[in-house]
């Protein structure tokens, strides 16, 4: 991995010195701010030997110091040093809208993290959907990219729906998404507070190419973990990694109902590219029914994402089967999908096992970052020889292994006791939860192991 790496930085700069200057233009004049507007929050920026300085500023939300031009599909090169102490970032194909008396920003920025856990280059969504490539569970190698007392170089490309990012000749990340095609690049001062007043972040050697970047951009990077936000989509990568979608968007081929042979005719309604659980009234498995993938699986990476309704309980299963008596929801492990604020049952169980990500009943999730009701959330559970981990969001929430000894205390004093060897079956289905409570799914895909 590390040698791949290295070979990339070096592409990287044949390439970079092959390249006419002609297909570059400053994007910053190094002088003003001119074709700069600044939004958001009244930090301060200066400008000063060819360096763009944004000085932050307490009490005062993000600053940014916005171009008034859009952009499309294009490169950006600069280079940043920041304060040890100061977060910052650089928003791409961005928006803003008007928020009482503040104009807001929105989309995706490339993150500037000078902390110990080296997410730089790393794409957040800025006042939206958080975080959609964190750096430390999809691309380890690059955690250490980023000089936090020197100039880091950066490079973005933007093209098509495809964002990849490099620091200092090493790739960072490398996202698929189609939620904007074009938009303001802005430079950010992170909101602080007074402790941490007059830290600075500097840019400086700022330019851009919008033409002829299919001769510009650089190689394709598989060493990195791609991340697909386009639903029910498989990126080329993607099906060469072996991912397969278990629901296309359009139909229920591969699915039935659990303890049926067949897929609801009710309960159960595909609309907008979901596969969409109706309410009625909150009782388990008393409508449609949960239902069930016609396959089973042993070791495999899961990913779905999901959007809740207020108050709404689900949850995804796996490892399940029907060989159980069960009047309810078929027998097996589970995602839990929950409304924490509003659902009785995240008070309910032990420590919190029964909110949201956890593994229902059995152990709490930590760590999370929820999206919130009325948003999609993207959810992961990795089962490989035993070895399980939920994440949320990009987040690793939990981990166990199953049959340990601890996995058996667990079921032993937890509502699943009644079912021998529960959860231990080599392989099993996949479930989606009726629970009477209007839940949405998409993006449903799946990878042996």
Known sequence: MKSRIILSAMLMTLILTGCRHSDWHDLFNGKDFTGFVQKGGEAQFTVEDGVMTGISTPDTPNSFMCTTEEYSDFILE???????????????????TENGERTLVYGYQVEIDP????????IYDEARRGWLYPVTPNNVAAVRSFDRHGWNSYRVE???????????????????????ASGF?????????????????????????TENLEKLALPDTPEIYQANFIPNTLTERQKADGWKLLFDGTSPTGWRGAHKDAF???????????????????????????IVTVGQYGNFDLFFEFMI????????????????????????LEYQILDDQRHPDALLGRDGNRTVASLYDLIPARNKRFN???????????????????????????????????????????????????????????LLQDHGDEVWFRSIRIREL
């Not at 992170?190 to 190419?209: C, D, F, P, Q, Y």
């Not at 309980?313 to 929801?329: D, H, M």
């Not at 020889?385 to 667990?410: A, C, M, P, Q, T």
Request: charged share 20%.
């Open 115 to 122: 902390t110990d856990r080296g997410w730089s280059g790393g």
């Open 78 to 96: 600069f280079e940043v040093k920041v304060d040890t102490l100061l977060n910052s970032g650089v928003q791409i194909r961005s928006h803003s």
């Open 309 to 332: 309704t207020e108050g709404a309980n689900s949850g995804v299963k796996y490892f399940v089967t029907e060989a159980y008596p069960t009047e309810g929801s078929a027998i097996g």
């Open 372 to 430: 919130g009701v009325g948003q999609w959330n993207a959810a992961q559970i990795v089962s490989l020889n035993g070895h399980v981990e939920h994440w949320l969001n990009g987040f690793k929430v939990l981990e166990y292994e199953r049959g340990s000894d601890e996995y058996r205390r667990l079921v032993s004093e937890s509502k699943y006791k009644i079912f021998e060897g529960f959860g231990e079956a080599e392989q099993g289905h996949i």
């Open 158 to 180: 933007a093209i098509g729906n495809r964002i990849r990012t490099w620091i200092n000749g090493i790739p960072v990340a490398d996202l698929v998404d189609d939620a904007d």
């Open 264 to 290: 609801p005719d009710f309960g159960w309604v595909i609309e907008n590219g979901c596969l969409k659980v109706l309410a009625s009234g909150g009782a388990e498995s008393q409508a449609g029914g949960d």
């Open 185 to 209: 690049i802005a430079f950010q001062v992170h909101a602080v507070n007074s402790e941490l007043a007059g830290t600075r972040v500097m840019w400086k050697n700022i330019r851009i190419a």
